[in-house]
């Protein structure tokens, strides 16, 4: 045992002389393990983004909330089935939430309207258009986590009242106010006055598509008397207890069909949804995103993989006489096959590490020039890559050190 | 004659008893050695001769522990080395044989130290105890102020007095030299004679092997190979001369 440590420790000198010895030679063969590395990790970097900034918008949806709307959210085939859909109108809330209060160990909390219709929005001359206005009541924070940088959410009376009042997106805020605090300003929703009373804090796009901050909120009354128009309204719904989504969903799905009065064999001419949907459609996407983006890189990688073998098999063939004197000294075959898979394994280590710093900065230098793409450097990342690192260096250096440590010591020692 | 000469010899470490090696070599059988058989002794100074073509490497190789012979047994200290197998052999390398070859065969990136710790490192000894006894050899061989300094830093002698301290560190049964002044001038040769007679004079039990009949001339024993097999071994004459000679003074 105590022999092994001194073997490796021997071998490990060996191997940083012989790098040092071959300066230019082992740069080029370490290139190929760092291009693979930054390779390798930058798409990891990406892919974790990617999950990041997915769970991101999946949190915004809430785990723990149903969508009662006309259409389901994942594409159907039969798309005239749900043509003459009823509307789902913003008084079914009230409604559900009477049902749900009269129900005993109801799964459900409380059911939330929303209404939604894009509009522009004007302050002085700044106007930004194609802004997502969305009417609710002052219940929208009991299902949604809300932000502000400034200002609050509108109060009870503020919504029975339909009081021109509004809440502004972060997006929407920085455009039409530039410099200066947008609370108790006045701004214009397709000519009509908000006077304005929160601005939420940054959310970044759901999964990229649309920007979250592009959003102005007012009550839902208010929205109904201006908005009406060709607007969709949903239904949102709170759960009691995430385990028991199914439950919920078929109390909900009984509570709606009650509350459209269906009889019993007409089929539900409403869909709930929830993130799971996103989720199962999603998921086999960003799934075959990674396992694609990390076999071509790994090709990188195998690529490099290749030269330290090809540099190790030269190592031997040049050092067959130190092979044989080693082993006329006493090196088992075991020493000589620890030593060369040591030298393989140092110059991927040594590459792996180069690599992971050109990455990080690499990936440093995304973040700051493109703050929305989603990249994620993290220790775990770290880990994999000089584990990686380690396992090319040991796999590409097999096959040499092997033969290295078969070499007959009367063949090798006459070698020249 | 010289009675001193005929003083008894030490306990035998090598027992050869008609060992053969043959190899392939195309479609060819080399018959290299065609039964050989050498007893030599602790403290004997031998040097095996013979024109190239002669066993004398093969048999180096055998008596070095580098090969197996093809038929015949081959006994190290009473081990039978004849069918041990690669490790094993390895192991008997490092501890019982000191090799010293032409081309003196330094790791080019170590140190005289460093090169003289190498079996040391293979015995498993630990770090402290193996610098210790290597920076000895080494000033044993007069090489106390060069033990940082690496091969290219030293002369043709110094590289093969590092050697030779190579071979001595681990107190080996024997030290195989193989034409050990085949890459040094005369004078330098010279040296590196007179170190292995010193260290012979110390009780150590050298084995030359040689083509050069004024480098033979330093060993006490000489064994003449041709074609395979042992065509004279001086020992052998001289026992007969000691054993009349002793039937003389008797008589």
């Known amino acids: 045992m105590k022999r092994l440590v001194y073997e490796l420790s021997e071998s490990w000198k060996i191997a940083l002389a012989q790098m040092q010895a071959n300066k230019t030679r082992s740069m080029l063969t370490a290139l190929g393990v760092i291009i693979g590395i930054v390779a390798v990790t930058l798409m990891g970097t990406a892919i974790s983004g990617i999950q990041k900034g997915f769970d991101k918008s999946m949190s915004i949806l809430g785990d723990d909330v149903l969508y009662v709307s006309q259409f389901p959210w994942a594409r159907v085939p039969d798309w005239w089935n749900y043509r003459d859909r009823r509307e789902i109108k913003t008084q079914y809330a009230q409604t559900l939430n009477r049902l749900i209060d009269s129900t005993p160990n109801s799964n459900l909390i409380v059911a939330v309207p929303t209404s939604n219709i894009a509009k522009s929005v004007k302050y002085a001359d700044n106007q930004v258009t194609n802004i997502f206005i969305q009417g609710t009541t002052s219940d929208y924070p009991l299902i949604s986590v809300v932000d502000f940088t400034h200002g609050r959410f509108f109060n009870e009376m503020e919504t029975k009242s339909a009081a021109n009042v509004c809440l502004l997106g972060y997006d929407v805020a920085d455009a039409l106010f530039p410099s200066g605090s947008p609370i108790n300003k006045e701004v214009l929703i397709s000519g009509q006055a908000f006077k304005v009373i929160g601005v939420g804090s940054r959310q970044g796009s759901f999964l990229g598509l649309f920007s979250l901050d592009s959003i102005v909120m007012v009550p839902l009354p208010t929205f109904q008397r ?38 019993p064999e007409k089929k539900n001419d409403f869909d709930i949804n929830e993130q799971q949907a996103f989720k199962s459609t999603l998921d086999p996407v960003k799934n075959s995103i990674a396992i694609a983006g990390l076999f071509i890189t790994g090709l990188s990688l195998f690529v490099g993989a290749i030269g330290i073998m090809n540099i190790t098999f030269v190592s031997v063939k040049e050092r067959t006489k130190e092979i044989g004197t080693r082993k006329a000294l006493g090196a088992r075959r075991r020493t000589i096959l620890l030593q060369f898979l040591i030298e393989s394994t140092a110059l991927c280590i040594v590459g792996g590490a180069i690599g992971l710093t050109f990455a990080y900065a690499l990936c440093f230098g995304i973040e700051h020039a493109f703050p929305s793409f989603p990249i994620q450097f993290s220790l775990g990342l770290v880990l994999t890559s000089m584990i990686v690192s380690v396992l090319t260096g040991l796999i590409s250096g097999f096959a040499p050190a092997w033969s290295a440590s078969r070499l007959n010591p009367v063949t090798a020692l006459r070698y020249e | ?193 007179a170190l292995l007679e010193d260290l012979y004079e110390r009780g150590n039990t050298v084995i030359l092997v040689t083509h050069e009949p004024d480098i033979a001339a330093h060993a006490r024993r000489t064994v003449h190979l041709r074609d395979g097999v042992i065509e004279r071994d001086s020992l052998l004459t001289l026992q007969a001369q000691c054993l009349s000679h002793s039937r003389s003074s008797v008589g």
Do not use: W
Not at chain 2, 71 to 82: L, Q
Not at chain 2, 132 to 144: K, N
């Open chain 2, 1 to 193: 004659m010289d009675s001193n000469r005929c003083r008894p010899f030490g306990p035998i470490v090598i027992d050869i008893d008609n060992i053969t090696k043959h190899y392939a070599m195309g479609d060819e059988t080399v018959h290299a050695l065609r039964g050989v058989t050498l007893q030599i002794h602790r403290n004997e100074y031998l040097a095996v001769m013979g024109p190239s073509g002669s066993g004398k490497s093969t048999l180096m190789n055998m008596l070095g522990c580098l090969d197996t012979p093809s038929s015949g047994r081959y006994e190290f200290n009473g081990k039978d080395v004849s069918s041990m197998d690669g490790d094993e052999l390895a192991e008997i390398r490092n501890k019982e044989i000191g090799f010293v070859f032409q081309t003196f065969n330094l790791l080019p990136r170590s140190t005289s130290l460093g090169n003289v710790e190498l079996p040391l490192i293979y015995a498993g000894i630990d770090p402290e105890t193996r610098e210790e006894r290597a920076a000895q050899v080494l000033r044993d061989v007069g090489l106390g102020d060069r033990m940082h300094h690496k091969p290219n830093e030293l002369s043709g002698g110094q590289r093969q007095r590092v050697a030779i301290a190579r071979a001595l560190v681990n107190n080996p049964s024997i030290i195989l030299a193989d034409e050990p002044t085949g890459n040094l001038d005369s004078k330098t040769g010279q040296e590196i004679m």
């Open chain 1, 226 to 263: 201006y908005f009406s128009a060709k607007s969709e309204s949903d239904v949102r719904v709170k759960i009691r207890d995430k385990s028991k989504l199914g439950d919920a969903k078929d109390e909900l799905t009984g509570l709606m069909r009650r509350v459209r009065a269906l009889p």
